[in-house]
């Protein structure tokens, strides 16, 4: 498999603007605020983010296995661009509703702490995101380096269906949990969520065919659409606004109407990729989205914490003021900038810096600190993730 190009795609921005708005909105709690439960927004955002992710992790991997960059050189930056923003997070969530459950968090094993009801108290319950995509980095850049390249795609996608596969057998499960336990196992499961990462890689290891065929791109998108369609159940409708004929002896039909928005998210995906996807949808490209998707990781990891501190946090809403909600919007935006600036972008800079220097001693250091910082540049849209949603 040939080594991929840091291009930047430009509409991968607006595709991350897009997925943390639909997050934040869902968990805003004022009334007036409520999303129509038609969108799924959270969820949706959710699934946007976890494909996104394992696309762009995916594309670092190839790319730096084509061109010789060590396992260590990744894992390095990833933790210079994820750690620091996502502590500092832990650390807000502590100074306002202190709980010892945070360990989870902190751990990036929120998920499975949530499964066993064991942090499903703290403020920052949304980082199981962080801890399912945290548990990704542990398997699959294993997988992308070192794996014979002519048999990567093939492990890729196996790995990807037994993931799904996993969905239902969890949901076998039913009789012995209970609805809330069972409904968190589905969607905060390693696997049973973590399979959009894959997917994610698996487009990638196809995105010469994804981003450039004419034809492909659209036939497989309309295709997944169908598949979805073809896994309704004679009483389900496709938005999954009732419960359809219960699966596997009674069991929780809430995986099955997952997988169905699952895959028609991945379709949107590809075709936002494909030729006519960004001929037609240029609004991915807006500049507003991409100044959005450039802050969504702040804007994630901050702002259930500020929610909660102007009372507009869906579940523990004190106040149905409207002004409330903008107020926390605009200050959710405000902290994420102040990170972005003083926090992100330093830290990244100086990674990549030092990573420059060491491969390169003989440079004069001036040299070399500006040949980061235009790689850093260069590379902005690659560098800049996010990670994950509601």
Not at 124 to 138: G, K, M, P, R, S
Not at 201 to 224: G, N, Q, T, Y
Not at 350 to 367: V, Y
């Amino acid at each position: 498999m040939r080594g991929l190009s840091r291009e930047r795609v430009p509409e991968l921005d607006g595709i991350r603007a897009i997925a943390c708005l639909l997050v934040l909105w869902v968990h805003l709690g004022p009334a007036a605020f409520q999303p129509p439960s038609v969108l799924r927004a959270g969820s949706t955002g959710v699934d946007l983010f976890f494909v996104l992710s394992g696309f762009l992790i995916t594309r670092i991997l190839l790319y730096n296995r084509h061109h010789g960059v060590s396992l260590k050189t990744f894992m390095i930056k990833r933790a210079a661009r994820i750690f620091p923003v996502a502590y500092l997070g832990i650390v807000l969530c502590m100074l306002v509703r202190p709980s010892w459950e945070m360990i989870y968090s902190a751990a990036y094993l929120q998920n499975v702490g949530a499964i066993f009801d064991l942090s499903r108290g703290v403020v920052n319950t949304h980082y199981w995101t962080l801890a399912i995509e945290e548990q990704f980095y542990l398997v699959i850049p294993f997988i992308v380096l070192f794996w014979p390249a002519r048999t990567l795609r093939q492990v890729l996608v196996s790995l990807c269906l037994v993931c799904i596969a996993s969905v239902y057998a969890v949901t076998m499960l039913s009789p012995m949990l209970d609805r809330l336990t069972l409904d968190l196992a589905i969607s905060s499961g390693t696997t049973t969520r973590g399979w959009l990462l894959l997917a994610g890689s698996v487009i990638a290891s196809f995105e010469s065919h994804v981003r450039f065929d004419k034809v492909k791109p659209i036939v497989i998108a309309i295709s997944l659409v169908f598949v979805s369609a073809a896994l309704i159940s004679p009483s389900f409708s496709i938005l999954g606004l009732q419960d359809p004929v219960p699966w596997f002896g009674g069991a929780s039909s809430f995986g099955d109407g997952m997988i169905r928005r699952q895959l028609i998210v991945l379709g949107i995906f590809i075709f936002c990729l494909s030729p006519a996807g960004r001929s037609q949808l240029t609004i991915l490209r807006d500049p507003l989205l991409g100044y959005i998707g450039s802050r969504s990781y702040g804007l994630y990891v901050y702002h259930m914490v500020v929610f909660e501190i102007c009372g507009v946090r869906k579940g523990l809403t004190t106040t149905e003021s409207p002004w409330a909600s903008w107020l926390a919007l605009a200050l959710t935006f405000a902290i994420a900038e102040l990170s972005y600036r003083f926090v992100e972008l330093p830290i990244m800079s100086r990674c990549s810096r030092a990573i420059e220097e060491k491969a390169q001693p003989d440079t004069p250091r001036h040299i070399a600190a500006y040949a980061s910082t235009k790689e850093q540049r260069n590379t902005s849209e690659i560098d800049e993730l996010t990670h994950r949603a509601a």
